[in-house]
């Protein structure tokens, strides 16, 4: 099936650095998602991407919309303990892939923060 | 409200057990999905409802079978369960499931369920 290649696979940092993470694809994608999990909780959206090209930003994070709609980066700033969990980027396929409206989850970037 | 309720947080079960797994939302959304997620994996999608009725089936084995019995409410009935299908089981509502419109789900907490 359709699978999205996100990368790295984990970091470890220390606290006040910056985390760049990305997601690409071989499919375009009409929709872009991020979202977040922490251990024992559902994943929560931080940010969606609509448009190619598109950038949006929310608080410390910062995420973008590939011109090729086949790829996404998330960036964060300045990064606190809380920081902390399972970054997952998920993808919405073109109606064109007769998949459309299934969203394709990443592999998942884990993130450890060190005080 | 925006959230999206499920009950039990956790289930411990025998493999001859019935139980069944419970999902709510009160956003109007109208289409309601199971996923099932594996430590550190992501989401894997078992069932989509899309106004009530079941749209995708991802050749989720009959041990699970999913119930919509309205638009705010999401079961997963489970039975003869094995070992490996341990996971925790989220669910997920969207406004909408149409190929043209974007989905964002939100997803509840799960249920962390344990098949002895």
């Known amino acids: 099936g359709q699978q999205l290649n996100q990368s790295p696979q984990s970091m470890f940092i220390q606290e006040g650095e910056d985390v760049s993470m990305n997601c690409t694809s071989s499919?375009?994608?009409?929709?872009w998602l991020w979202y977040k999990q922490d251990p024992g909780e559902g994943p929560v959206l931080l940010i969606a991407?609509?448009?190619?090209?598109e950038l949006t930003s929310n608080g410390r994070l910062t995420a973008q919309f590939g011109i090729t709609r086949k790829d996404s980066f998330l960036n964060i700033s300045a990064s606190i303990p809380s920081d902390v969990g399972i970054y997952f980027c998920a993808g919405q396929l073109t109606l064109v892939d007769n998949q459309g409206g299934k969203l394709i989850f990443g592999q998942g970037t884990e993130l450890s923060v060190k005080p | 409200d925006t959230e999206v309720t499920q009950t039990p947080k956790h289930l411990v079960m025998g493999m001859t057990n019935k139980k069944s797994l419970k999902c709510e939302q009160h956003?109007?959304?109208?289409?309601m999905y199971w996923y099932k997620q594996k430590a550190k994996k992501p989401p894997e999608l078992m069932f989509v409802?899309?106004?009530?009725?079941?749209?995708i089936n991802e050749s989720v084995p009959s041990r699970f079978s999913p119930e919509c019995p309205n638009s705010s409410l999401l079961n997963l009935h489970l039975h003869a369960l094995q070992p490996e299908d341990s996971a925790l089981y989220l669910c997920?509502?969207?406004?909408?499931?149409?190929?043209?419109?974007?989905?964002?789900?939100?997803f509840g907490a799960g249920s962390r369920l344990t098949v002895l």
């Open positions: 997920a509502s969207s406004l909408r499931d149409r190929p043209s419109g974007a989905n964002v789900l939100t």
């Open positions: 409802y899309s106004y009530e009725k079941l749209s």
């Open positions: 991407l609509y448009k190619a090209g």
């Open positions: 956003m109007g959304h109208r289409a």
């Open positions: 499919s375009i994608f009409n929709t």
